[in-house]
């Protein structure tokens, strides 16, 4: 799949299916963009659940921090990646271990190999873009 561009009836798809977002990469400081884009989603309705060791047990935005994917107790639609591209492949591999459908790499987020095993295993994989972009742009 061409990952440098996007149909917008693809990405529409995505973002109107999914309920529940693990955003991995969460972080409490409200300059960050992980900050910003969850309250953004979570302004949109969708439920955000927070991903990082570092803050695991504690609450941001409402929400329970859990260290990894694998921790999450329900099912998770969407993993938005705000990692570094390197880093990306191991959470493609932990979103393909969780059932997720999708997997959203963040502005900057590339891992070519981490997005072919997920849509080798079924997933949808979007890379280099942001909701909080793309959901105004397509007008949802």
């Known amino acids: 799949m061409d990952h440098l561009t996007y149909d917008p009836a693809s990405l ?8 529940v977002i693990a955003l991995v990469g969460a972080s409490a400081n409200p300059a960050r963009d992980s900050n ?6 979570q302004g949109r309705g969708y439920r ?7 803050l695991a047990g504690k609450t941001l935005h409402g929400e329970r921090v859990y260290a990894t994917l694998r921790d999450v107790p329900e099912r998770i639609d969407m993993v938005d990646i705000f990692r570094n591209s390197e880093a990306a492949g191991a ?6 271990e969780v059932g997720a459908k999708f997997v959203w790499m963040q502005l ?31 007008g949802l």
């Open 12 to 19: 529409r798809d995505i973002l109107t299916s999914t309920r």
């Open 108 to 138: 900057g987020v590339i891992n070519a190999e981490g997005a072919a095993r997920a849509e080798a295993a079924g997933l949808k994989v979007v890379m280099d873009r942001c909701p909080k972009i793309e959901i105004p742009r397509l």
């Open 36 to 41: 910003e884009v969850m309250r953004y989603l």
């Open 48 to 54: 955000v659940i927070p991903i990082n060791p570092g």
């Open 91 to 96: 959470v493609c591999d932990e979103a393909i």
